[in-house]
Structures are given as structure tokens and as C-alpha cells.
């Protein structure tokens, strides 16, 4: 099993990839498997190879204004997942993001998420401003921040400044040398001020920000008129050669520059310099474009493999040997699925599934658009049952297009078909075929006819519709699952951070312990139907045995059932809310529980209280909530709410298709 580790700039931090190669290659250099994946990259690095899995810092802004923040991290991490399967390596080294144009801490703590990372906090320093400065970027990464941090990276805590007391890599020059900024720096004693782990401390070295002519051409707006565009500068004065203004890159002329930078439009060799570039900019305006370049690899990245060995040396060789993977029990640690990582990976499991959703609400706006957004990407095909022309009418008002991948189901023409097949499956209640005629009339009914015949492969109604109107065809007609009891229903929460899974939020009233526990069981296999790793906690007013009554009983009972059927599956209870997912809280109230503190499936003890509280999550919170996702239907049949939004329809559909392939 695999282990992915994100470098965390705190504050500005640039330089960072040179800490994620030189730790890439200390793990090579330690027999373990290692690769490089940078989440965004600027524009101008798209053309090196190694960021060919990157979504571009100027995309990522434009999907941020649009309020696209979901689809950027699903691209992320349908990024991660092309990269691995490219790589296959045993430790993934995620780059972390640096850039001024977003909030980056936020950035990271998504991909942080999204990719299941532990953090290795990358700074400037030992001194109390740098652990202010880390404290202040680690505040958006929750949980992580407490328990998932590997170790810090000290990173140019030597560079020189500019005038202004800020640190220069690219080109700076001599700048002032590095002053020691406060008397609590830890420098040099393995912490920095509050404590944590030092991992590496990595020197500056102009080196290891060393620009290539053809980079700085583009800098400058100008071209090589000679000499070799991988030539190599690192410091910049100005000077006179040949009666035009030039400016060096490196040494003197006398000394062989490596790179002259001549203005004004100025053209002619220079004896003893390694690369010529000639531009129309004045000196001045060279000197503040080199001024503002930023540390980044050149498109080519020729000079990675040097920089990434001489910066391994600064890591702890017991530090990396312990990011090896190994196959013992600590392999198998707990990973939260992220909400980017289910979305994308359900999206993914339907498409490979290609299934046909009937949607029997076809002329329901939310439910047009949701169609044409699930057949152009291909998720599932949609059939819309209605007036093919009124439903285009409703496509064309709502501006989308219903392509190829849409199918239609004119009512009137197909009830006729099923009358015979209802009048067969409710004789025992005396149908007449009058009656099943009448019956078909109800979109939902002729749905579940054609479900039933294997004519669609699952369905998705209730934007307009009760619950009862979704699910009482089904139940008459599909009836339940060979192995189920009840039907129950379960809500995926969009966490933040984590997708939890809530039931029963839709379906059973007041159930006993048996069906408690049958609830239990069914959302434990529906969580490992979508990748989760279930810890299911049995909800109540009282954790363990701090409280007593009937309803804590029936909760007592019901874990018992689960555990004694099915004792694969990691439950405990009864557990208030608050002890299932705060370890303090857990670490006080149930600190021998496996469950508490980190659960992520809920089952609530009652319709009531499920139903509240996942509107509580949604509505306050502002927290996605899909489905109800219905359990233990012989064939998948889901309900949506009635104030769905269009994502959630197409969620829902999404799951419809994973759904049925378990069939």
C-alpha cells in the first residue's frame, strides 16, 4: 500500500520544489520507490514533462472565480489518480501549492484531503515569526494539523535579502546575509520553536535556483543571439560592453559571465560569455523583470537530477526510511475518503458502469439539466419519460442541449405494453387489466414496469414527488432483496473534510433493535459498495453506559445483533454524536472504543432524529447531502428530496448506476 506525503509551505516558502525532488531522491536513494506529483504548476512550466499532470495556477483561478471549487478538486484528483497509475510508486511526494493569486493554505488542506496526505510543513526558519507564520497556514488543515504532521523542513533560513528584508533566490545577488531574527531560533537543535521534528534542514545554495538562458530570454522579451540557451546564471550586475548597456548573469566579462543580456536592442558577440541575449528593454526594465522571477524549474528541467541529489543530503535518513510502506497491521491505517475523492470516484465507477437511469419526472427543469450534464459526461444514459418535444421546449429554456446520449420514453405510447405483466404480478390483490392501465398512468409505476423487465437498470424520481409515490411502486413490485428485511436509507454528507454517511434519514420511523441493526448492516455494505471504510457508530443520547432507558437499550441490543451477524464490521455504541467524531471528546467518554472519535457512518435511532439532523448539516453548514440513497431494494430505485439541487440529481444518478451493478 502506497503512502502519499504533501510538502505544506507555511507562508510563502518559494523554493518548495526543491525540498519535494531532494526528498524524492533521498528515498530512492534509500531502495524505496518515489514519485514526484505537483497538484498546479505556472503556465509557463506546463511544457516540462513532469508537470504534465498539473492543473495551471491560471485555470485554477478562473475555475475558483466561477465558483468552481468541487470540479477543481475532482480534476486534482482524477490528476493523482492518471499520475499513479502512470508511476506506481511506493511513496508519493505531493508538491504543495505556493501562489499569491488564491488563499494557498486553504488549496493545500483540500489536496491535502482529497489526496489522503500526511504533511510535512516546509519554512523559512527556527525563530518564533516562522512557527507564528506555520500556526497561522495550519489552521485550515483541521484534524491534520494534529495528527497528521510527519515532521517540519527547513528550508533558505540562510538566503540573502533584499533591501526590503526579504528573502531573494533567483538571481539576487550577494543581497545581506542571513541575521539571526530572534533569540528563541532552535537552529540546529533538531526543533524549531514549538516543537515539532525538524526532518531536514536544507541550506540556501544559488545553485539550486540557477536559471537557463532560454528562460531568462523569456523574462526579458528578448532572444539568444549566441551561445548556448541551457547556460546557467545565478548573480546580476549591470556594466558597459562594446559602448551598449548590458547586464550580467553570473560573473564578470573578464571572469566568463555566464550569460550577458544585452539592452536596447544591442547585438553583437561577447568574448567569454556562455549565452548572448539580445532584448529592445532598458536596463532598468531587465533588471526589474529578473527582479521579479520566480523559483521555478525551467520547461526542460535538465538540471533536476543535480539538484535534487545534493538537496537529499539534508534529510534524516531514519526520517525517510520510515516513509517506506510496509504489509504489517500499521499498513492498514484508517483513510477518510475525501468528498473531491468520492465524487470522482463515483463518477468514475458509473461510467464504467454505463447503465441506463429511467427518470420519470422528464419534464421537470432540474431534472433536464441534471440529464444532460450526466449524459455529456457520460456517467450513466438518462431516459426522460415525457413529451420529447415539451421536454427540448423545457432543455432550450434552461440552456442546455440533450445530445445523443439522452433517451426518451413517451408515456402514452408505452403504458399499453406492462398491462398484462401488472395484471400477473398483482393477482393476489384481484387486478383488473382496467385497473393496471389506470395504475400506469403514474410515470413511477411505468418506470418500475420497465425496471422490472429489465428494460432500464435503475431509477431516480422525488424532485416533484413524495416519498411514498417514489418507493411504494418498487415495494409492490420489485419488492426487496433476497437477503434484506427492510428498506432503509442513507445520505452521503459532504463533509469539509471526510464523507459521512447518515441513516435511517427517509424511510423507517421508529425502528426496533433488529431493525436497528439491520439498518446498521445495510449502510456498512453500502459504504464498502463506494470505497468506504466503514466505522459505524450507533447513535443515542448516551455513549456507552453514561445513560439508561428503553431508547439506549434498544441501541445496546441492536449493536449486539450487528456484531453477533456480522462481525466484520467495526460498530459501537450507543455513541453521542459529538464522542463518534471528536477524539478528545472520545478519548474522555469512550477511550477504549475503535469506533469513537473517527466514525463515519451514523445510524440514528429514529426517522425524527435522522431526518433533523442531516437537514441541520445541510442547511446550517451548508453541507451537500446525497440522496436519500435507498438499501435493500431487489433493484436500485433512489429518492430525492424535493428541494434537490441539480447536483444532487446527478449525484443520485451517479449512484443509481454504481448501484446496479451490485445487483
Same mark, same amino acid.
Given at each position: 500500500?502506497?503512502?502519499?506525503?504533501?510538502?505544506?509551505?507555511?507562508?510563502?516558502?518559494?523554493?518548495?520544489?526543491?525540498?519535494?525532488?531532494?526528498?524524492?531522491?533521498?528515498?530512492?536513494?534509500?531502495?524505496?520507490?518515489?514519485?514526484?506529483?505537483?497538484?498546479?504548476?505556472?503556465?509557463?512550466?506546463?511544457?516540462?514533462?513532469?508537470?504534465?499532470?498539473?492543473?495551471?495556477?491560471?485555470?485554477?483561478?478562473?475555475?475558483?472565480?466561477?465558483?468552481?471549487?468541487?470540479?477543481?478538486?475532482?480534476?486534482?484528483?482524477?490528476?493523482?489518480?492518471?499520475?499513479?497509475?502512470?508511476?506506481?510508486?511506493?511513496?508519493?511526494?505531493?508538491?504543495?501549492?505556493?501562489?499569491?493569486?488564491?488563499?494557498?493554505?486553504?488549496?493545500?488542506?483540500?489536496?491535502?484531503?482529497?489526496?489522503?496526505?500526511?504533511?510535512?510543513?516546509?519554512?523559512?526558519?527556527?525563530?518564533?515569526?516562522?512557527?507564528?507564520?506555520?500556526?497561522?497556514?495550519?489552521?485550515?488543515?483541521?484534524?491534520?494539523?494534529?495528527?497528521?504532521?510527519?515532521?517540519?523542513?527547513?528550508?533558505?533560513?540562510?538566503?540573502?535579502?533584499?533591501?526590503?528584508?526579504?528573502?531573494?533566490?533567483?538571481?539576487?545577488?550577494?543581497?545581506?546575509?542571513?541575521?539571526?531574527?530572534?533569540?528563541?531560533?532552535?537552529?540546529?537543535?533538531?526543533?524549531?520553536?514549538?516543537?515539532?521534528?525538524?526532518?531536514?534542514?536544507?541550506?540556501?545554495?544559488?545553485?539550486?535556483?540557477?536559471?537557463?538562458?532560454?528562460?531568462?530570454?523569456?523574462?526579458?522579451?528578448?532572444?539568444?543571439?549566441?551561445?548556448?540557451?541551457?547556460?546557467?546564471?545565478?548573480?546580476?550586475?549591470?556594466?558597459?560592453?562594446?559602448?551598449?548597456?548590458?547586464?550580467?548573469?553570473?560573473?564578470?566579462?573578464?571572469?566568463?559571465?555566464?550569460?550577458?543580456?544585452?539592452?536596447?536592442?544591442?547585438?553583437?558577440?561577447?568574448?567569454?560569455?556562455?549565452?548572448?541575449?539580445?532584448?529592445?528593454?532598458?536596463?532598468?526594465?531587465?533588471?526589474?523583470?529578473?527582479?521579479?522571477?520566480?523559483?521555478?524549474?525551467?520547461?526542460?528541467?535538465?538540471?533536476?537530477?543535480?539538484?535534487?541529489?545534493?538537496?537529499?543530503?539534508?534529510?534524516?535518513?531514519?526520517?525517510?526510511?520510515?516513509?517506506?510502506?510496509?504489509?504489517?497491521?500499521?499498513?492498514? &491505517?484508517?483513510?477518510?475518503?475525501?468528498?473531491?475523492?468520492?465524487?470522482?470516484?463515483?463518477?468514475?465507477?458509473?461510467?464504467?458502469?454505463?447503465?441506463?437511469?429511467?427518470?420519470? &419526472?422528464?419534464?421537470?427543469?432540474?431534472?433536464?439539466?441534471?440529464?444532460?450534464?450526466?449524459?455529456?459526461?457520460?456517467?450513466?444514459?438518462?431516459?426522460?419519460?415525457?413529451?420529447?418535444?415539451?421536454?427540448?421546449?423545457?432543455?432550450?429554456?434552461?440552456?442546455?442541449?440533450?445530445?445523443?446520449?439522452?433517451?426518451?420514453?413517451?408515456?402514452?405510447?408505452?403504458?399499453?405494453?406492462?398491462?398484462?405483466?401488472?395484471?400477473?404480478?398483482?393477482?393476489?390483490?384481484?387486478?383488473?387489466?382496467?385497473?393496471?392501465?389506470?395504475?400506469?398512468?403514474?410515470?413511477?409505476?411505468?418506470?418500475?414496469?420497465?425496471?422490472?423487465?429489465?428494460?432500464?437498470?435503475?431509477?431516480?424520481?422525488?424532485?416533484?414527488?413524495?416519498?411514498?409515490?417514489?418507493?411504494?411502486?418498487?415495494?409492490?413490485?420489485?419488492?426487496?432483496?433476497?437477503?434484506?428485511?427492510?428498506?432503509?436509507?442513507?445520505?452521503?454528507?459532504?463533509?469539509?473534510?471526510?464523507?459521512?454517511?447518515?441513516?435511517?434519514?427517509?424511510?423507517?420511523?421508529?425502528?426496533?433493535?433488529?431493525?436497528?441493526?439491520?439498518?446498521?448492516?445495510?449502510?456498512?455494505?453500502?459504504?464498502?459498495?463506494?470505497?468506504?471504510?466503514?466505522?459505524?457508530?450507533?447513535?443515542?443520547?448516551?455513549?456507552?453506559?453514561?445513560?439508561?432507558?428503553?431508547?439506549?437499550?434498544?441501541?445496546?441490543?441492536?449493536?449486539?445483533?450487528?456484531?453477533?451477524?456480522?462481525?466484520?464490521?467495526?460498530?459501537?455504541?450507543?455513541?453521542?454524536?459529538?464522542?463518534?467524531?471528536?477524539?478528545?471528546?472520545?478519548?474522555?467518554?469512550?477511550?477504549?472504543?475503535?469506533?469513537?472519535?473517527?466514525?463515519?457512518?451514523?445510524?440514528?435511532?429514529?426517522?425524527?432524529?435522522?431526518?433533523?439532523?442531516?437537514?441541520?448539516?445541510?442547511?446550517?453548514?451548508?453541507?451537500?447531502?446525497?440522496?436519500?440513497?435507498?438499501?435493500?431494494?431487489?433493484?436500485?430505485?433512489?429518492?430525492?428530496?424535493?428541494?434537490?439541487?441539480?447536483?444532487?440529481?446527478?449525484?443520485?444518478?451517479?449512484?443509481?448506476?454504481?448501484?446496479?451493478?451490485?445487483?
Amino acid at each position: 500500500m502506497s503512502r502519499n506525503v504533501i510538502l505544506v509551505p507555511a507562508g510563502k516558502s518559494d523554493g518548495i520544489y526543491v525540498a519535494s525532488l531532494g526528498l524524492v531522491k533521498a528515498l530512492e536513494q534509500n531502495g524505496i520507490k518515489a514519485a514526484l506529483f505537483k497538484p498546479m504548476s505556472c503556465c509557463s512550466e506546463k511544457e516540462c514533462e513532469c508537470n504534465k499532470y498539473s492543473v495551471s495556477f491560471c485555470d485554477a483561478v478562473t475555475m475558483l472565480c466561477k465558483n468552481l471549487k468541487t470540479e477543481l478538486f475532482e480534476l486534482v484528483v482524477g490528476n493523482f489518480e492518471k499520475f499513479k497509475q502512470d508511476n506506481q510508486a511506493d511513496v508519493y511526494v505531493v508538491e504543495g501549492v505556493v501562489c499569491d493569486k488564491f488563499n494557498q493554505d486553504d488549496i493545500n488542506a483540500n489536496i491535502a484531503f482529497a489526496l489522503n496526505c500526511k504533511l510535512l510543513v516546509v519554512n523559512q526558519g527556527g525563530c518564533q515569526k516562522s512557527a507564528k507564520m506555520r500556526a497561522l497556514s495550519l489552521k485550515s488543515f483541521g484534524s491534520l494539523a494534529t495528527d497528521g504532521i510527519l515532521g517540519d523542513i527547513l528550508l533558505n533560513k540562510n538566503a540573502p535579502k533584499d533591501l526590503g528584508g526579504h528573502k531573494k533566490l533567483v538571481l539576487a545577488g550577494k543581497g545581506r546575509e542571513h541575521e539571526k531574527e530572534c533569540s528563541s531560533c532552535a537552529c540546529g537543535t533538531g526543533r524549531i520553536a514549538d516543537g515539532n521534528k525538524i526532518v531536514a534542514d536544507i541550506a540556501y545554495d544559488p545553485a539550486n535556483y540557477a536559471v537557463s538562458a532560454a528562460t531568462i530570454a523569456k523574462l526579458v522579451d528578448g532572444k539568444i543571439v549566441s551561445g548556448c540557451d541551457c547556460a546557467r546564471g545565478m548573480g546580476v550586475r549591470t556594466t558597459e560592453c562594446d559602448c551598449a548597456n548590458a547586464v550580467l548573469v553570473g560573473n564578470d566579462i573578464k571572469n566568463a559571465a555566464n550569460i550577458v543580456i544585452l539592452t536596447e536592442g544591442a547585438n553583437h558577440e561577447v568574448a567569454g560569455a556562455k549565452s548572448v541575449i539580445s532584448t529592445q528593454a532598458s536596463s532598468v526594465e531587465v533588471l526589474q523583470a529578473l527582479a521579479n522571477a520566480k523559483p521555478i524549474l525551467d520547461g526542460d528541467c535538465k538540471f533536476k537530477d543535480e539538484i535534487a541529489t545534493r538537496v537529499a543530503q539534508a534529510f534524516c535518513s531514519d526520517f525517510v526510511k520510515s516513509l517506506a510502506p510496509c504489509s504489517c497491521s500499521c499498513a492498514s &491505517e484508517f483513510a477518510p475518503m475525501a468528498p473531491a475523492t468520492f465524487r470522482y470516484k463515483l463518477t468514475e465507477l458509473a461510467k464504467k458502469a454505463n447503465k441506463r437511469i429511467a427518470l420519470p &419526472e422528464g419534464d421537470e427543469p432540474r431534472t433536464v439539466v441534471a440529464a444532460s450534464r450526466v449524459a455529456e459526461a457520460k456517467i450513466a444514459r438518462p431516459i426522460l419519460f415525457g413529451d420529447k418535444e415539451a421536454i427540448l421546449k423545457v432543455a432550450a429554456e434552461q440552456g442546455v442541449s440533450l445530445g445523443d446520449n439522452v433517451e426518451f420514453v413517451d408515456p402514452n405510447a408505452a403504458r399499453q405494453k406492462y398491462v398484462d405483466r401488472l395484471v400477473e404480478l398483482r393477482k393476489s390483490k384481484g387486478l383488473t387489466p382496467e385497473q393496471a392501465l389506470d395504475m400506469l398512468q403514474d410515470n413511477m409505476v411505468l418506470a418500475t414496469m420497465m425496471l422490472e423487465a429489465n428494460e432500464v437498470d435503475g431509477i431516480v424520481s422525488g424532485a416533484v414527488h413524495t416519498t411514498a409515490n417514489t418507493i411504494r411502486p418498487p415495494l409492490q413490485i420489485i419488492k426487496t432483496a433476497p437477503n434484506a428485511s427492510l428498506v432503509s436509507s442513507v445520505f452521503f454528507m459532504l463533509m469539509p473534510q471526510e464523507v459521512y454517511i447518515y441513516g435511517d434519514c427517509a424511510i423507517n420511523p421508529n425502528p426496533n433493535a433488529q431493525e436497528l441493526a439491520q439498518i446498521a448492516i445495510q449502510s456498512a455494505d453500502t459504504a464498502k459498495t463506494f470505497g468506504i471504510d466503514p466505522r459505524v457508530a450507533m447513535l443515542s443520547y448516551s455513549t456507552i453506559n453514561s445513560g439508561k432507558g428503553p431508547d439506549v437499550d434498544t441501541v445496546v441490543e441492536a449493536v449486539k445483533i450487528v456484531r453477533e451477524q456480522r462481525p466484520d464490521i467495526n460498530v459501537d455504541g450507543p455513541l453521542q454524536y459529538d464522542a463518534s467524531v471528536a477524539a478528545d471528546v472520545a478519548a474522555q467518554k469512550a477511550p477504549n472504543s475503535k469506533v469513537a472519535g473517527k466514525a463515519n457512518v451514523f445510524i440514528f435511532p429514529s426517522l425524527e432524529a435522522g431526518n433533523i439532523g442531516y437537514k441541520t448539516a445541510q442547511r446550517t453548514a451548508n453541507i451537500v447531502a446525497i440522496g436519500p440513497m435507498l438499501q435493500g431494494m431487489r433493484k436500485p430505485v433512489n429518492d430525492l428530496s424535493r428541494g434537490a439541487l441539480v447536483d444532487d440529481i446527478v449525484y443520485t444518478i451517479a449512484i443509481t448506476a454504481v448501484q446496479a451493478t451490485q445487483v
